[in-house]
């Protein structure tokens, strides 16, 4: 009998893996990776092992997540050690929840690698923290697409009475609708709201504004984009990094190489 790693590869910067997760994928026969994580890991992998793209973009799943179950418990029978990579956190909208089921019926074993959710990093490379003592004590890490009709209005009510920092994952297609009923449920249109596109990578792209206005702002912006609503979006103005570090250093490169 294998065994099979559920691993976080983090939120997209190739530092921000674990040490655990690395040894995962240097020790790893087989790996079945997602779109988000970042491929650079993969060269971690050894000489031999098998790589396998599992897809997972909103609207191209190359394999379905049965076809992914069945392969992660194929290869564990056969003996193999198995990393399955995912963005971010594995049971963080990640359906690592989904896979270890499935193991755990098999009696296969099994060992989950937390990583870092891009619901916490994106906010923090751009300069967002997503509580602080003075503005925000609660954070909820929500999914833009999974509820609907009336289900999606008791939850929406819900979320705004009981929540200060909200951590959209999936929702920047739906964004109108999610400002439309963050506002309707009681927030004022002036709440400060942050989508972060590609957060703690190269490409990464932050946009903000209020309730009111942001569709118009971040017209343009797609997947994958985290969305971040509260008044802790507004520290931003003060403890933004990344980006500056970024431009600065392209800057500098861009005057040596000419
Ligand atoms: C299927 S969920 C996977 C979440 C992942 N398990 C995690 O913990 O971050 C995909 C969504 O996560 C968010 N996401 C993932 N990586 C991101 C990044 N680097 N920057 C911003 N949002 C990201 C986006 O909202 C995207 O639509």
């Excluded at 400002?179 to 590609?198: E, F, N, V």
């Excluded at 912006?221 to 990094?241: A, D, H, Q, Y």
Aim: hydrophobic residues 40%; glycine residues 10%; negative net charge.
């Amino acid at each position: 009998m294998g065994k099979v790693y559920l691993v976080g590869a983090g939120p997209g910067d190739y530092d921000l893996i674990t040490l655990k997760g690395l040894k995962a994928i240097q020790e790893a026969d087989v790996i079945l990776y997602d779109r988000l994580i970042n491929q650079q890991l993969l060269e971690e992998a050894k000489e031999n092992a098998s790589l396998i793209f599992c897809g997972k973009s909103p609207d191209n799943h190359s394999l379905t997540q049965e076809a992914i179950n069945e392969l992660l418990c194929r290869y564990a029978l056969q003996g193999k050690v198995v990393t399955r990579l995912k963005g971010g956190d594995p049971f963080v909208f990640g359906r690592g929840g989904e896979e270890a089921e499935v193991l755990a019926s098999y009696q296969i074993p099994f060992e989950i690698v937390p990583g870092i959710t891009s619901g916490i990093a994106a906010p923090a490379y751009a300069g967002i923290p997503v509580t602080h003592r003075d503005f925000s004590s609660s954070v909820a890490f929500i999914s833009g697409v999974s509820k609907v009709g009336k289900e999606q209005e008791d939850y929406w009510k819900h979320v705004v009475k009981s929540m200060d920092t909200l951590c959209i994952y999936m929702g920047v297609s739906k964004l109108p609708d999610i400002c439309d009923q963050l506002i309707k449920h009681g927030l004022p249109s002036t709440t400060p709201i942050a989508l972060i596109r590609w957060g703690t990578t190269t490409e990464q792209e932050t946009v903000t504004g209020t309730l009111a206005d942001i569709v118009i702002k971040a017209h343009g912006i797609k997947n994958p984009s985290m969305i971040v609503v509260g008044e802790v979006v507004k520290l931003r103005e003060k403890l933004k990094w990344y980006e500056e570090i970024r431009d600065e250093k392209e800057v500098l490169l861009t005057s040596i190489v000419g």
